[in-house]
């Protein structure tokens, strides 16, 4: 540990002064009246995520780098810990009812659920069509049962209802393909890409794409820390990934910044220089295509509707392909560029062009962020404009992203889903392994006088009623959608105003979701008294592997101490 290398406290209090005036001189203090202290910190707290969620700095170092003169005594390393697999096991002891899947511990149920199920057959119309709310005539659900998860399984009798069969038309598998035109790159300390592998793994696992990751803490990690242990725990799910030192030993010293010689390397400049660490890691004969410079937290649902995408550009020519930011007051404040979350593709002609000038954009550069490094770069030394790709999202939204996830958008790409917004996303687009662009795809089943409405994926919501609810627009459900001016209109049009979720709309939402074929539970006495063929058929219908989705809708009153409360939880359960 070198305590020079950390930015000192003096220098940190400087900064938050400097950005406390820059907030309060830049972002939408409305109708003049000075900004309360929530509004600063929440202020501060956008401005702060904008880079440090992206880029891993200007955030306060950790209290024991706050410190640096206690001694830290390293302990002896161990051997690297096996890699575990992504599957997680569910058997815990009960696995007779099927329900195990249910009482694993993350999704924190109430020992007593109120559970119903549906069997989903996904049939394939000739000519799919995803994006309209699509009709089905049944009942998403009729019965719900109270179910004991906690009861002693072995003594249980409790029947779980029968599994009604709705059939859902949806598109087809996407075609199993290699990429190895893709290359993605991404900096970022070893304990965000340590706990990233999950959702890495999901559109990348056994593509052919490859991956390069920089570590930009290597020179302060403690020595049970390995690159070549995190570099196999990717490569044993299947990821190409290179697991690498930072090229920069050094910060470049920035336009008008004072002399950076005792700092780190900001990981912002890490960041612009992977496109050096790419390029140096492509062999000669190399297949890639496209550079893409990604954000810790992006997330493709699929490589392979990026990779169609994609495939309208010329990638022998320069290219240099991304997103806006979704929200207006975003773009006006950081500019016109591809914004790092939403996933930036260069195509290699772009990039070799831009390698000889990396060191001097840094030092030229006014703008702290990579992405607006990059920008700048591309800007003042090629000829190259920035193409819009549609369906990729910076998603600069906080708090309830509901109305985008249930808007029927297919997105290439997210962001922000595991900080300014919680939402399982690898979970989320499990499915797209089964049926593609069903992800997000809607369904709409009569409910009394309303509606159900399923984003696949996602959540099942039900409407008392339909008035009020235009499924063309999109819900402004998160901080300031529908607030005039909010910025966010430009991209997702007019919104219709929020739903209060406790007496207009009932959400269950998607908490997890994994192919299974779960050992087949007993057969009820109801079912040993049908046919010798039934038996059959139903046996039949439980050794098939299973797609199950567990929707959940949590008893809120739980937090204060209602002892009673119960659960929802629908469970779908696709064929496969
Ligand atoms: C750190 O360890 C050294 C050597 O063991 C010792 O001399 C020194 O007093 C320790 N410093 C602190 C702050 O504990
Ligand atoms: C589905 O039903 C709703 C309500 O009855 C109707 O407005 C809509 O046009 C229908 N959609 C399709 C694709 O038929
Ligand atoms: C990396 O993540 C795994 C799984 O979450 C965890 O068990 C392991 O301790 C982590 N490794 C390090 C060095 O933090």
Request: with cysteine; charged share 20%; glycine share 4%.
């Amino acid at each position: 540990m070198v305590p020079g290398r950390y930015f000192s406290k003096a220098a940190f209090l400087l900064l938050a002064v400097i950005l406390i005036l820059l907030l309060l001189t830049t972002f939408r203090l409305q109708d003049g009246a000075p900004p309360s202290p929530a509004m600063l910190q929440a202020l501060a707290g956008e401005w702060f995520s904008h880079h440090s969620e992206e880029y891993g700095h200007l955030q306060p170092p950790p209290a024991e780098e706050d410190a640096p003169d206690v001694n830290i005594t390293e302990e002896p390393s161990p051997p690297p810990p096996p890699p575990k697999p992504v599957e997680d096991e569910y058997k815990l002891g009960c696995e007779k009812d099927g329900l195990d899947f249910l009482r694993r511990p993350q999704l924190s149920l109430t020992d007593k659920i109120i559970y119903s199920r549906t069997c989903i057959k996904p049939v394939h119309p000739k000519e799919p069509n995803r994006d309209i709310v699509t009709n089905i005539s049944q009942p998403l659900f009729t019965s719900q049962t109270t179910i004991d998860l906690a009861h002693d399984c072995s003594s249980s009798s409790s029947p779980l209802p029968s599994c009604e069969t709705i059939s859902l038309p949806v598109p087809p598998a996407y075609p199993q393909q290699q990429y190895p035109h893709l290359l993605f790159a991404v900096a970022s300390t070893y304990d965000r890409i340590n706990s990233s592998l999950p959702a890495f793994a999901h559109w990348l696992s056994h593509t052919g794409a490859h991956l390069l990751i920089v570590i930009s803490d290597v020179d302060s990690l403690p020595t049970r820390y390995s690159l070549p242990a995190l570099e196999s725990a990717y490569r044993a799910h299947g990821i190409l990934a290179t697991v690498t030192h930072p090229k920069l030993s050094e910060p470049l010293p920035r336009k008008n910044q004072p002399d950076p010689s005792s700092a780190a390397v900001p990981v912002e400049q890490l960041h612009f220089m992977l496109i050096r660490d790419s390029l140096s890691s492509l062999p000669s004969s190399s297949s890639v295509k496209w550079i893409s410079i990604l954000d810790d937290d992006t997330f493709f649902p699929s490589l392979s509707p990026v990779s169609t995408a994609l495939s309208s550009f010329n990638p022998s020519l320069p290219h240099y392909i991304g997103a806006l930011s979704d929200n207006w007051e975003s773009v006006k404040q950081w500019g016109y560029m591809a914004y790092g979350g939403a996933g930036i593709f260069l195509s290699v002609p772009l990039a070799r062009s831009l390698d000889p000038f990396l060191e001097q954009c840094v030092k030229e550069s006014t703008i702290v962020s990579g992405d607006g490094m990059l920008r700048d770069c591309i800007y003042s030394h090629t000829t190259t404009k920035l193409t819009l790709l549609p369906g990729l999202y910076q998603h600069d939204i906080r708090g309830d992203p509901s109305g985008f996830y249930e808007s029927g958008v297919l997105p290439l790409s997210v962001h922000h889903w595991k900080s300014w917004y919680h939402s399982p996303v690898p979970q989320m687009a499990a499915v797209t392994k089964l049926c593609g662009d069903c992800f997000l795809q809607r369904f709409r089943f009569p409910s009394g006088k309303g509606m159900v409405l399923l984003a696949n994926g996602y959540s099942i919501t039900q409407y008392p009623t339909t008035t009020n609810v235009d499924l063309e627009r999109m819900e402004g459900t998160w901080q300031y959608a529908t607030d005039q001016n909010s910025g966010y209109e430009f991209t997702y049009g007019p919104m219709r105003p929020k739903l209060d979720e406790n007496t207009q709309k009932k959400s269950w939402r998607l908490v997890e979701a994994a192919f299974s074929s779960p050992s087949p539970p007993p057969l009820d006495p109801e079912e040993e008294r049908e046919s010798q063929r039934e038996r059959e058929r139903e046996k039949k219908r439980r050794e098939k592997q299973t797609f199950r989705q567990v929707y959940v809708h949590y008893d809120r009153s739980k937090e204060v101490g209602n002892k009673d409360a119960m659960d929802e939880v629908v469970e779908l359960i696709w064929e496969v």
